[in-house]
C-alpha cells in the first residue's frame, strides 16, 4: 500500500502513528504524547574518538 502511495514505509507508519493519535481520547493522548518524544544523545567525534565534554 505505501509503495503504490510513492512513499517509504518509515513515512507511512509516522503518517499512521500521527492518525491513531488524533483518534484517542483526551485521558489517554497525554499519556501518548509522553512517550511520542524522542531523546537524542550526540556525541562529538575527533580524529576517531569521542570528545568530553567538560
Known sequence: MWRQLGINYV????????????????????????SATATVKITPWENGKPVKKD
Open 11 to 34: 513515512r507511512y507508519s509516522q503518517i499512521a502513528a500521527s492518525a491513531t493519535r488524533k483518534c484517542l481520547k483526551k485521558g489517554l493522548k497525554k499519556d501518548v504524547e509522553k
